[in-house]
């Protein structure tokens, strides 16, 4: 794991991380969070399983500066696998299937779910139990449906989450060097 992350149990649970991903240093992971294999958590990240859980799936990345909360008692946070987060962002108490993207800047807020392939634009704010359906892009403030991702976007995000899984071994390895 990172050198310099705080990996924090709070109320006797402590999060459990899968050995290949990577927590950045400056990373923040607190309470009830389990991270899955090959996800990276990058630098200054917070990520608060405190009043509720958060469950990240393999292959996801949260870039640099994301918060990731819940709710009390109301809403969790499931992210699936091969999700992007973009720097900047706030996820909190909401489901992102597999293959999701949140852009930089972006708000999920509580009870919001993006479905798989779908897209929330740089700086746009999902507000409180919207859905974005598959395959579709959604921007602004408050978002709202501007059109179907081209297949070609589509694949071009999943060539992102495959060179975010490389960097992270390799910021990995260069961490454990120090």
Same mark, same amino acid.
């Given at each position: 794991m990172s050198n310099d992350a705080t990996i924090l149990t709070y109320e006797g649970t402590t999060p459990k991380i899968d050995p290949?991903?990577?927590?950045?240093?400056? &990373?923040? $992971?607190?309470?009830?969070?389990?991270?899955?294999?090959?996800?990276? =958590?990058?630098?200054?990240?917070v990520i608060r399983g405190d009043v509720h859980h958060i469950r990240i799936g393999a292959r996801t990345n949260v870039q640099d500066g994301?918060?990731?909360?819940?709710?009390?008692?109301?809403?969790?946070?499931?992210?699936?696998?091969d999700v992007l987060i973009g720097h900047l962002a706030?996820?909190?108490?909401?489901?992102?299937?597999?293959? &999701?993207? $949140?852009?930089?800047?972006?708000?999920?807020?509580?009870?919001?779910? =993006?479905e798989s392939d779908g897209m929330l634009a740089a700086g746009a704010m999902l507000t409180p139990g919207k859905r974005i359906p598959a395959g579709q892009l959604w921007s602004g403030r408050p978002a709202k449906y501007m059109r179907d991702l081209t297949p070609e976007e589509i694949a071009r995000n999943q060539k992102g989450v495959a060179g975010y899984v490389v960097e992270g071994r390799k910021h990995k390895a260069a961490v454990a060097k120090g």
């Open positions: 290949d991903a990577f927590v950045a240093p400056g &990373a923040r $992971v607190i309470g009830n969070v389990e991270i899955g294999a090959e996800s990276s =958590i990058w630098y200054n990240v994301s918060v990731i909360h819940i709710s009390a008692g109301t809403h969790s946070t499931v992210i699936g696998d706030m996820v909190h108490g909401c489901t992102l299937h597999d293959r &999701a993207f $949140v852009g930089f800047g972006a708000i999920v807020m509580d009870g919001c779910v =993006i």
